[in-house]
Structures are given as structure tokens and as C-alpha cells.
């Protein structure tokens, strides 16, 4: 008796960890959700390297850094959704491959600027803005 | 000429502090999600706070009484109770969400984390409140405040598009993609910030404080009907410069570093300097307000010796008590909680509780045993009883909107 209570009690746990999708359309949501928080934060991004000979290096430092702990916080949370079915599964794996992008980018440039400063801001601005324009298209069309 | 100069410094202190985290918060977030479609509600706000702000100054200079001090002994010791335990702890909420604004306006200038700043913004907040003067703690920080100017400054350097500004101002209304509880929500989140709970308690206590008589009642009326309107300027200046450079790029404000980026885009270094020394000076400065508020309702309401115009041994209570809402505050902030959710839930829990704090100040002002011949006249009546009204319906709706839009997401 008591095994099985612990076993439940696991499977909760985990359960609670990996917050599952009721439904496709749920799932849908939660993308189109995450979507838009990753497009956010890649977009304050690019505002930012976009004025960087304006912005002094300490504030530059912890604005990157907030949007690196935001992007990888929502890939994290959305990577531990479990898709309901196959289709949804698909779905996740086309966000998560932008949304990685946009952690890998905005991780790079907070290393650029703890070293020195970004390295070439127009190519950054470039990528960023690609990476905000796929996000808003997905969350536009599964929102 | 000294008069003179002596309203001029008290409305530009009036200006500087106005602003604090909440207004900051408030303002940034609703700019860059809804443009300036919920202007109308800093207008309404400010409208409001001066209308009770002017009341409670009333109350402090010719009763010689701080509002507080009147609650207890107008209402009885139960209602008296019931507000006491509502604003005691919107306070201490709003103490926690100033410390780790002034820490997170560090942070931005060091980039050292704020976590580390937080103990030490709390221990000179409580030296200052020991040590220095109330009418020069006043004045220090709500004149540094005035650096948040620079927020117009900036709105003027990024060259936005004034008339779709004002298009979006006089519609209001939600935009495409934002629902309308959620629009109300922060209507209400707004309105919490522009007529937060502690300025009245500051403002009257403050009278007490600076000894106001009937002389003052000037001085005390010019600072509220000039320098909050001019602080309500700032907060629109803030939500401008969010509209014109997030609205478009869809950004949702969501930390301190983000808010102040408009400024550093449109003023540059000097700008990010003088924003974020405003920052700082707002957020201490209402730390120090927002502490002693709680060290002056929970004093006054117990009937103990209260206030800086005697010496600590002598309101040892009261300042026991600002000792311990700023250790408790100072516990919340280093748990790691983001400030800035800390400060959109004190905004909404200080709008749920505003009747409560506005209808006492209404009732002492317009009781002859207090006033004398200084009662509200019919147009103070009629502007603060339809205020009432907003506020109970703002009370009631608050919590419910909070929940069913996950808090304005």
C-alpha cells in the first residue's frame, strides 16, 4: 500500500514538473505563448545591441543577461510540456528550434559584451530581427 | 521671496516624488501593451490623489492631527482594526517592491546583482530614517527624483509619431490582440499606482511633522494641485516612451532594465545615467516614505509617541516598527522573488484596499468636531463621494480580474 502511495505520489511529481497539454489545441496554445514571451525578449535584445554606443557596458551586461535567463526559462518550461499526440510533437520540435536559436544567439552576445562589447552589432540586429519575425509569425498563426 | 521659494522647493519635491517603483512599473508595462489608450486613467488617478491628498493636508493642518491618528478614534477601535491590518501590509509589500527597485536601479549602474545591493539599500534606508531629518530626507531625494525628467527629455529625442500618441489616447480602448479584462486590469493596476494608500499617510503625518497651522494651508494645497499633476506628467512621459519604442517592436515590459532602455536609446549614456539616478532617488526615497507610513499607522492607531520630531528614545515603538517592516521586507526581497512581480501585486492588492484608506480621510473632513470651518465644500464632496464610488467598484472587480487574467497575461 504505502509503494503504491509513493509510486503516485512520483508520478505527480513528475506529472506536476512537466505540466501536460489537455488537447492539441492546448498544446497549440502554450506554443503560441512561449512564442511570444522568446519573441519579446529577442526583440528587446535587438533594441538594445541596435543603440550599443549609447548603452554603457554594466547595463548592457544586465539586460542580456535578463533576457538570456527569460529565453532559456520559457525553453526550459516548454520543452518539459508532454505533446499530447504526434502532430503536436511536431509542432514543439519547429518552436523549439527557433526558440534554441534565440537562446544560443542571446547567450553569445552576453559572452560578447562580459568580454568586451558586441563584435558586430549590425549582424546581430540582422539575425535578431529574423529570429522576432519567425516568432511573431507562429504565434500569429497558432495564437 | 521666501514664501516664495519655499513652495517652488515644495513642488518640485511634490514632482520628484511622485514617481516610485509602482508608477514606474505600471506606466512602462501598460505603454508598451496598450500605447497610451489607458492615459486616461493616469489623469483620473491624479485627479484623485489630489482631491484626497489635499483633503488629509487639510485634515494635518488644522487639527494638528495626522489621518491616522483620527481613524481609530472617528470609527471605533474594530473599523480602525480592519484598516489598520489592510494598509499595514500593502505596505511592507511595498516597501519589499522600493528596496529591490533602488537595488535593481544599482544593478543597472554596477551590473553587480541585485540580490547583493538589496542589504544594503535596506540598512542606510533605515539609517537615513534614524538619523537625518524629515524634512531633509523629504527634500534630498524628492528633488533627485526630479532626474526622472529625462524621461520627457527622451520622448522628445525619439522623435515619435505625436499624433498616433494621441490617436491612442483619446481611444480608449484595448488594442487588436489585448482582451478587455485585461485592458481593465491594469486600468486598475494604474489607478493603484497613481493613488497608492501611503501617500496620504506620509502626506498627512508629514504635516505633523513640518507643525503645519492654517498658514500652510497654501503651501500645502500648491504642492498637491501643482506638483502631483506635473508627477502624473512624468508617468505619462514613462508610458509614452514605452509606446513609441515597444508597442511597435512587441516587447512586453517585464524588468526594470528593459523600462529605462527608451531612455538610453534617446538621450544616450547621459540619459541612462540620469534615468537611473532617478530611479534610484524615487525608489529610496519612497523606501524611506513607504517605511515611515507603516511606523506612523500602526504608532498612531496604538496611540503611541510617533514621528521624527522627537527624538528615537523617545518613539521607541514607532521606530521598532520601522525596523521590523524593513528587516521582514528585506527577508522577502533576498527569497529571490522577482521585485517587479512583487510590485504588480502590491499595485493590485493597494487598489483592492483604497476605499478603505480614502473613506476615513473623507469622513474626518467633513466633521465639524475636526475641521471647524475648514470642512469639505460641496465640490471637494462631490468629487471625493464619486471617487468612493470608482473606488468600491475598483475594490471589488480587482482580485477577480487578477485571477481570471493570470495577472494581466
Aim: proline share 4%; with cysteine; aromatic share 10%.
Amino acid at each position: 500500500m504505502r509503494r503504491r502511495w509513493a509510486a503516485g505520489l512520483a508520478v505527480a511529481l513528475v506529472a506536476g514538473c512537466s505540466s501536460p497539454a489537455w488537447n492539441d489545441r492546448d498544446y497549440e496554445l502554450k506554443a503560441a505563448e512561449s512564442a511570444e514571451a522568446v519573441g519579446s525578449a529577442v526583440e528587446a535584445v535587438r533594441l538594445a545591441v541596435g543603440g550599443d554606443g549609447r548603452l554603457t557596458r554594466p547595463y548592457l551586461k544586465v539586460l542580456l543577461t535578463g533576457a538570456a535567463e527569460q529565453v532559456q526559462g520559457v525553453n526550459d518550461q516548454f520543452g518539459g510540456v508532454q505533446p499530447p499526440s504526434e502532430r503536436a510533437r511536431r509542432l514543439g520540435e519547429r518552436l523549439l528550434e527557433v526558440t534554441e536559436r534565440a537562446e544560443k544567439a542571446v547567450a553569445g552576445l552576453l559572452t560578447e559584451v562580459r568580454r568586451d562589447r558586441v563584435a558586430d552589432p549590425a549582424g546581430a540586429v540582422r539575425e535578431l530581427a529574423g529570429l522576432g519575425r519567425t516568432l511573431r509569425r507562429f504565434q500569429e498563426e497558432h495564437g | 521671496m521666501k514664501k516664495f521659494l519655499g513652495i517652488t522647493l515644495g513642488i518640485l519635491t511634490a514632482i520628484g516624488g511622485f514617481v516610485d517603483i509602482g508608477d514606474l512599473v505600471a506606466n512602462a508595462l501598460v505603454g508598451s501593451r496598450f500605447g497610451m489608450s489607458l492615459a486616461w486613467v493616469v489623469l483620473l488617478g491624479v485627479l484623485g490623489i489630489c482631491v484626497f491628498a489635499e483633503m488629509s493636508g487639510r485634515i494635518a493642518a488644522v487639527s494638528r492631527r495626522a489621518v491616522f491618528d483620527l481613524v481609530r478614534e472617528r470609527l471605533g477601535p474594530r473599523a480602525g482594526l480592519v484598516n489598520l491590518g489592510a494598509s499595514f501590509l500593502i505596505l511592507a509589500l511595498t516597501v519589499a517592491a522600493e528596496i529591490g527597485g533602488a537595488a535593481l536601479a544599482l544593478e543597472l549602474a554596477t551590473g553587480v546583482d541585485y540580490l547583493v545591493w538589496v542589504p544594503a539599500v535596506a540598512f542606510a534606508a533605515w539609517l537615513v530614517m534614524w538619523r537625518v531629518k524629515f524634512e531633509t530626507l523629504e527634500r534630498v531625494f524628492g528633488l533627485a527624483g526630479l532626474a526622472l525628467v529625462i524621461f520627457i527629455v527622451a520622448l522628445w529625442q525619439l522623435g515619435p509619431d505625436w499624433g498616433q500618441l494621441w490617436e491612442q489616447a483619446t481611444r480608449p480602448a484595448p488594442p487588436r490582440d489585448e482582451g478587455l479584462p485585461t485592458y481593465f486590469y491594469y486600468a486598475i493596476a494604474l489607478l493603484g499606482g497613481a493613488m497608492t494608500p501611503y501617500e496620504v499617510f506620509f502626506f498627512s503625518s508629514g504635516g505633523v511633522e513640518e507643525k503645519w497651522t492654517r498658514r500652510d494651508l497654501s503651501v500645502a494645497r500648491a504642492n498637491v494641485l501643482v506638483g502631483f499633476p506635473l508627477g502624473g506628467l512624468l508617468s505619462l512621459a514613462i508610458a509614452a516612451c514605452a509606446a513609441t519604442v515597444f508597442l511597435p517592436a512587441h516587447v512586453q515590459v517585464d524588468s526594470l532594465g528593459q523600462m529605462v532602455l527608451p531612455v538610453a536609446l534617446g538621450a544616450g549614456q547621459v540619459g541612462l545615467a540620469l534615468v537611473i539616478l532617478g530611479v534610484f532617488a524615487a525608489t529610496f526615497g519612497a523606501t524611506l516614505e513607504v517605511a515611515l507610513s507603516s511606523g506612523y499607522s500602526l504608532s498612531q492607531y496604538f496611540g503611541w509617541q510617533w514621528g521624527k520630531f522627537v527624538r528615537p528614545r523617545e518613539a521607541a515603538r514607532f521606530h521598532a516598527t520601522i525596523l521590523v517592516v524593513v528587516i521582514v521586507a528585506t527577508a522577502l526581497v533576498l527569497t529571490t522573488i522577482d521585485p517587479i512581480m512583487v510590485t504588480e501585486y502590491s499595485l493590485v492588492f493597494a487598489a483592492a484596499a483604497l476605499p478603505l484608506t480614502y473613506l476615513p480621510v473623507l469622513l474626518i473632513a467633513n466633521d465639524r468636531d475636526y475641521m471647524q470651518d475648514k470642512v469639505n465644500g460641496r465640490f471637494s464632496n462631490t468629487l471625493g463621494t464619486a471617487f468612493m464610488i470608482l473606488l468600491i467598484v475598483v475594490s471589488i472587480a480587482a482580485i477577480p480580474l487578477m485571477l481570471a487574467t493570470k495577472a494581466g497575461q
